[in-house]
């Protein structure tokens, strides 16, 4: 029989888990609240009431062009995720049923890379653009962004993949099946959730990078991160308006995850009980 | 067609050998059953067969052919595997389906071959489920329907029973029987369980630790075993051995009996012993005897026979039942 849980832990369980989530969200909240200041009150100090003046907002739109960074921010965050799948269901195909005793080095390796600070290779990477001539181009940083994500692509779907019986696929072998065809009918399809939540997971980490975006774009290729940036300008900070362009910035993929927070807590924990 | 030959096969897993050479002869139509204990290496000599190992060493001819480096699909051979391995995301008619679409054909075949397996196997009511809403007995049948669309040179199962419960089990091996009957086609079979292996086989291989301890006739296997572990493998309850003067008395290092074989009386015998435990299962009852000189000994007796724990009895090997093993336990 199931342990009944007192009325008063449930209550006190319930109060921690609202101040922790609170506590995650507060920056955003303030940062949305601050943009619906005016300047003089957001300078002013900490107040959670704001006057919703809508003032900062007209002036991001006015100073800048929202849509060319925003198109940017798409094209790179879904264009990066694509291409790491693309790349990364195969490979992690390989590791997880076609193992060999290096499988194991070869993804502890693979996510070392994520460890490296990556104000060490900056300058490499810079260089590497510079000569190429894809400085400041969606298909330049799009490579990029998609090599900065791939570690976490092929583990996150490893993972996943490694939750389906090779027998399976094994059974696709006997029935005709070519590589191809056993990855496109059979694993593709009994992986949608975990690939649903890669996805979903890189698209956002995409959309939210900023140490290569900002340096390796200037306007082309810019995306939202960048324009962000560009309004803790030369002449000053102005926090409402800074608060407005990362409102505007954070906007869709804020909205996109709590439409899709179902399928990525369902993928983040796929495999944890079976 | 379905011949299948087998000459020198060898797998090595790294240094461990799990298969030294073997050879072996299976005729078209046959219905072959590996059986071995657990790790007897049956089942990779299934998937080696099946092309779904890479064979050491060692030639796979099938109807003639050699296929020894051919894909799984190449070899015109449907595997039944113990998980059942049903695609779960696609309906009964599209699982079924799914080696027809993989070899081209056209979707009116496709649904003219689908329906036929489906009336043999008493699926046509669930062909727009899926795996998951289906029972164990009925996943199975779905897994035989893939197989059987292919029109496959020799169907291969791999234990196919073994997550069934007891009663299906019988019902199922009972099906698998009478499809091997109506389609005439070669099918290897691997199991542990031995009771399978003599109520399906026309031919069983008994492995053991890789070797082919023998092959022949479920009752070939069963009247002359040729050593000691195809002596005790096959048969239950398992054969009794006894080893000293009684074997020795026979010009032999150890005698089997099987428990079928030995009469129990309660006046006298050539063995004493004293009742430990009785099974009465209605039909039969399977005496535990402790022997004052040969230690315990199994008993088959008659379903009506009235002893219980405790109980003297003497027992009797029929003489011309008894099996005879030299020290190295070959039969005698």
């Known amino acids: ?274 | 067609m379905g011949t299948i030959q087998l000459r020198d096969v060898h797998k090595a897993f790294g240094a461990t050998n799990i298969i030294p050479k073997l050879n072996l002869d299976i005729e078209d139509g046959e219905f072959v059953v590996f059986v071995g204990p657990s790790g007897c290496g049956k089942s990779t000599l299934l998937r080696l067969i099946a092309g779904l190992e890479d064979m050491t060493s060692g030639t796979i001819s099938i109807d003639g052919r050699d296929v020894t480096n051919e894909a799984p699909a190449k070899r015109k051979l449907a595997m039944v595997f113990q998980s059942y391995a049903l695609y779960p995301h696609m309906t009964v008619a599209k699982n079924i389906a799914f080696p027809l679409k993989m070899a081209g054909e056209s979707q009116a075949e496709i649904d003219k071959k689908v329906a036929n397996a489906a009336r043999i196997l008493n699926l046509s009511n669930y062909l727009e489920r899926k795996p998951g809403q289906l029972s164990g007995g009925q996943r199975q049948r779905v897994a035989i329907g893939r197989a059987i669309v292919r029109q496959p040179s020799a169907f291969l199962f791999d234990e196919p029973l073994s997550n069934l419960d007891a009663a299906l089990r019988g019902t199922m091996r009972l099906e698998i029987s009478e499809l091997h009957q109506s389609l005439g086609k070669t099918m290897i079979y691997v199991t542990h369980d031995q009771v399978e292996a003599m109520t399906m086989a026309d031919k069983i291989v008994v492995l053991n630790a890789g070797n082919i301890e023998q092959v022949g006739s479920p009752l070939d296997l069963y009247r002359s075993p040729k050593n000691l572990f195809v002596a005790g493998f096959i048969g239950s309850p398992k054969m009794n051995f006894v080893e000293g003067k009684a074997a020795e008395a026979m010009g032999a290092k150890t005698i089997g009996v099987r428990p079928e074989h030995m009469k129990i009386t309660v006046t006298n015998g050539a063995w004493r012993g004293v009742v430990g435990v009785a099974e009465h299962l209605g039909s039969d009852t399977f005496l535990h005897v402790h022997t004052d000189d040969h230690g315990t000994i199994n008993v088959r007796a008659d379903g009506e026979i009235r002893v219980s724990h405790g109980d003297v009895v003497f027992l009797t090997p029929e003489p011309a039942k008894i099996h005879r093993f030299d020290a190295n336990g070959k039969a005698l």
Request: hydrophobic letters at 55%.
């Open chain 1, 1 to 274: 029989m199931a342990r009944a849980v007192k009325t008063s832990t449930r209550v006190s369980y319930t109060i921690a888990a609202w101040v922790v989530a609170l506590l995650i969200f507060f920056p955003i909240l303030y940062t949305i609240i601050t943009s619906l200041k005016t300047e003089g009150e957001a300078i002013a100090g900490f107040n959670l009431i704001p006057s919703f003046s809508l003032e900062s907002y007209r002036e991001v739109q006015n100073q800048q062009n929202y849509i060319k960074p925003f198109t940017n921010s798409v094209v790179l965050a879904v264009g990066s995720t694509v291409l790491g799948l693309l790349i990364g269901i195969p490979a992690a195909w390989a590791m997880a049923f076609s193992p060999t005793k290096r499988t194991k080095d070869v993804l502890m390796w693979m996510l070392s890379t994520k460890m490296m600070p990556a104000a060490a290779v900056l300058v490499p990477i810079y260089l590497i653009f510079l000569r190429l001539g894809i400085m400041d181009s969606r298909i330049g940083m799009t490579v990029l962004l998609m090599l900065i994500n791939l570690p976490i692509i092929v583990w996150m779907l490893y993972t996943y993949f490694r939750e389906i019986p090779g027998e399976i696929l094994e059974a696709a072998r006997m029935d005709g099946a070519n590589l191809w065809g056993e990855i496109w009918h059979v694993l593709t399809p009994m992986a949608v959730p975990g690939i649903a939540s890669t996805l979903l997971l890189n698209i956002i980490l995409a959309w939210n990078e900023s140490f290569w975006t900002i340096r390796l774009t200037t306007t082309n290729a810019a995306p939202l991160t960048a324009f962000i940036a560009s309004f803790s300008s030369p002449q000053g900070l102005f926090w409402a308006k800074l608060s407005a362009a990362s409102v505007m910035a954070i906007a869709p993929i804020l909205i996109m995850g709590w439409f899709s927070q179902k399928q990525l807590v369902r993928g983040l924990t796929f495999g944890a009980v079976k």
